[in-house]
């Protein structure tokens, strides 16, 4: 019986040193997947922009992240990198930003209420909802500070 877990510490002692050893490689790997599907969501956000006024660019960013099969994480990184080049590639929607209250970069008790309420306003579940409407709510202001 001590041999069985002498050779399982041994195993996973070699287990441990295996995988710290292609830890790197591992880690190149995923950012080198990583910058290619955020390059395409970017893509696809750019031409969406080039076809639709800001409005649509929020439905379809809305609706990417609630449709979404993939993690929360990737859905998320996916759905807030498509919105921003879709905004910033897009036609002005007048109003949009009318009712958006100003960004601030730590989010208020007010600013957490206003993004749960939207959402829930709009039916939506996905977490990555919350990130779009914090998104939009940084593009108003960035665009509110532009015109005045």
Not at 11 to 16: E, L
Not at 19 to 32: D, F, G, I, S
Not at 86 to 93: D, G, K, L, P, T
Request: glycine share 8%.
């Amino acid at each position: 019986m001590r041999r069985f877990w002498l050779g399982l510490l041994l195993a996973i002692i070699v287990g441990v040193f295996f995988t710290w050893l292609n830890a790197p490689e591992w880690l190149e790997n995923w950012n080198e997947e990583n910058k290619v599907l955020v390059e395409q969501q970017r893509q696809e956000g750019v031409t969406a922009g080039q076809q639709t006024d800001q409005s649509g660019c929020l439905a379809a960013a809305l609706q990417r992240v609630e449709s979404c099969k993939g993690s929360e994480y990737r859905c998320t990184v996916d759905g807030g990198t498509f919105f921003k080049a879709c905004w910033e590639n897009s036609q002005a929607s007048a109003g949009l930003c009318d009712t958006i209250p100003p960004y601030h970069e730590s989010a208020t008790e007010d600013d957490k209420a206003w993004v749960k309420e939207r959402c829930t306003e709009l039916g939506l579940l996905a977490k990555g909802c919350r990130l779009i409407m914090r998104q939009q709510q940084q593009l108003c202001s960035a665009t509110q500070g532009a015109d005045e």
